[in-house]
Structure formats: C-alpha cells, structure tokens
C-alpha cells in the first residue's frame, strides 16, 4: 500500500467548491405581495397562478 500523499489548500477547497452555502431566492407573491419561493405556492393566501389555487387553513392540534 503507498503512504497517503498531502492534499494542497486549492485541490480541497476547489473540491468543495460547490458546497457553499447560497441564499434563498425568494419572489413576491403577485397577490398579496408576501415572500414566496419561486413556481411554489404562496404559503399565505395559496396563490400558484390564475388557474390554481389551494386552500390555506390554520392546522389544530
């Protein structure tokens, strides 16, 4: 078996380069104007576009 050579600081960090942590994009719902993730629905008032719509309701427990 061969001896384990030393990685260099730029092959490791180029390795990872891909696992940095990116912010969440968010868009403005186009009906009650609250943040939303984009092609999702509007966790607010259910909005996903001029056709669809879901039903928001307070969960009890």
């Known amino acids: 078996m061969l001896p384990v050579t030393k990685k260099s600081k730029m092959r490791k960090r180029t390795r990872r380069s891909h696992l940095a942590v990116r912010p969440v994009h968010l868009i403005p719902c186009p009906?009650?104007?609250?943040?939303?993730?984009?092609?999702?629905?509007?966790?607010?008032c259910g909005y996903v576009n001029a056709h669809t719509r879901i039903k928001v309701g307070t969960q009890e427990s």
């Open 31 to 44: 009906q009650c104007s609250q943040s939303k993730l984009p092609h999702a629905a509007c966790p607010n």
